[in-house]
């Protein structure tokens, strides 16, 4: 099972620094049928204005991965950690017993990010904060995991959570495949370009919520960059 959520039909907000669109009911939206899918909460596609960004604020009990797509974002939390990740590169904070943090577009243009938040799977664990270049060369033409809860990904950064977040580029005409476990939910959207999933086209941005498809087979229809999350249900 494919449902295809184009771009175009996802929640949202503009709030003038700030430009959101929700995969999922989050803030002001609320969709009953859009509640998650599998343990994966939030799927944000934020655009962030130049000198501007979240002030400080708490989370608690989450795994918030943020993926940059575009420029920067510069993040700075009660831990102490302070990091700047850019376009292609990963951060993950584990929120755990809870942690305050803030996030700011230090960059000359906008910054675009995809925030995912996907449930834990267990609560009160110490807070925690990382962040991981991964140079798109590395994942051409495959899926890599960026960030993961399974102890064989070791070069991703460690989720709490039975999940693996992945990224990919293909270029037009090249095809992938992704094997999905059985009894997962996965969810895939193209940061860029479009591709063909299991027979469903999918463009810039929109997203697919899938179950039940043993193998992923995603062709680029053109040069294309993807980020897939693979949760339990």
Known sequence: MIERRPFDSLGGADHGWLKAKHHFSFAGYND??????GALRVWNDDTIASQSGFPPHPHADMEIITYVREGAISHKDSLGNEGRTEAGDVQVMSAGSG???????????ATRIFQIWIIP??????PSWGARPFPKGERSGRFVALASGFKEDTEALPLRTDARVLGATLRAGETTEYTLGAGRYAY???ATGSVE?????LDARDGAAIRDESVLR???LADAELVLVDTAA
């Open 218 to 220: 995603v062709t680029a």
């Open 188 to 190: 895939l959207v193209p």
């Open 197 to 201: 999933l299991n027979g469903v086209q």
């Open 121 to 126: 799977d267990e609560s009160g664990k110490p």
């Open 32 to 37: 009953p049928a859009r509640m998650g899918w």
């Open 99 to 109: 942690i305050t943090h803030a996030e700011y577009n230090v960059e000359p243009g």
